[in-house]
């Protein structure tokens, strides 16, 4: 969704080096959430935030931290990456409707590979 | 946390109706079924949301029966580019984060 913007697309890094993914939505959307998918398997969670001041880990939080820096942005950092973060990442935004449906709307995902 | 169970693949020809079901025996009260369709190297995207007996739009259906302890989705009359992995989710809506996850999906391969 075009709405929900991820850079970089592609990312090549060396174990050891620190590395920031980022995300940004002009949806308007309070809730925001990093998601990371490892080969032929679904999304795992890593981190979500309810909105600027609210955030929350996921099933796989270790050694990945966030930065909520304004409603329409969201980061992912890997304080040191290791070659096991090798991955998609995708970053996803949601709301309210108001019908209560809370559906994810999901960024086009960033490769990351970690040498 | 409601744990789903769907079928790894499926294999479908042009112009059938394909059915996924995923069980949820664990369904909490509050819990809503939402199944999302991912294309390879792109994001997950929304199919259709249920909490009981059918919901129907322009993409799918999706059948839920009485005990909810799985539901169905029905893809009417497909075609190749409906080649994908559909993951089925249950979580309560209002707190969905965190609270659902996406498992491994159902890969659905559609045949000429």
């Known amino acids: 969704d075009a709405d929900v913007t991820q850079t970089p697309r592609n990312r090549i890094t060396k174990t050891g080096k620190r590395i920031m993914l980022e995300c940004s939505q002009t949806?308007?959307?309070?809730?925001m959430y990093w998601y990371r998918q490892d080969p032929g398997l679904g999304l795992q969670l890593i981190y979500y935030?309810?909105?600027?001041?609210?955030?929350n880990k996921g099933e796989i939080s270790d050694g990945y931290s966030v930065s909520r820096q304004a409603q329409a942005k969201f980061s992912l950092s890997l304080e040191s990456a290791i070659p096991n973060q090798t991955a998609l990442y995708f970053c996803?935004?949601?709301?309210?409707?108001?019908?209560?449906?809370?559906?994810?709307?999901f960024g086009a995902g960033t490769r990351l590979s970690v040498l | 946390l409601a744990k789903t169970t769907q079928p790894i693949s499926m294999d479908s020809y042009e112009g059938q109706e394909v059915n996924i079901t995923c069980s949820h025996n664990n369904i909490a009260t509050n819990d809503y079924i939402t199944w999302y369709q991912q294309f390879p190297s792109q994001g997950p995207r929304f199919i259709i949301q249920g909490y009981k007996t059918k919901v129907t739009n322009e993409v799918a259906s999706l059948f839920i029966p009485a005990d909810r302890k799985s539901s169905t989705l029905s893809l009417p009359r497909v075609s190749l580019s409906d080649t994908a992995v559909y993951y089925c989710l249950v979580g309560e809506r209002r707190t969905n984060a965190g609270k659902s996850t996406f498992g491994d999906g159902t890969t659905l391969t559609v045949k000429p």
């Open positions: 949806k308007g959307h309070d809730r």
């Open positions: 996803a935004t949601s709301d309210l409707s108001g019908t209560g449906e809370n559906i994810q709307y």
């Open positions: 935030s309810f909105d600027v001041k609210d955030i």
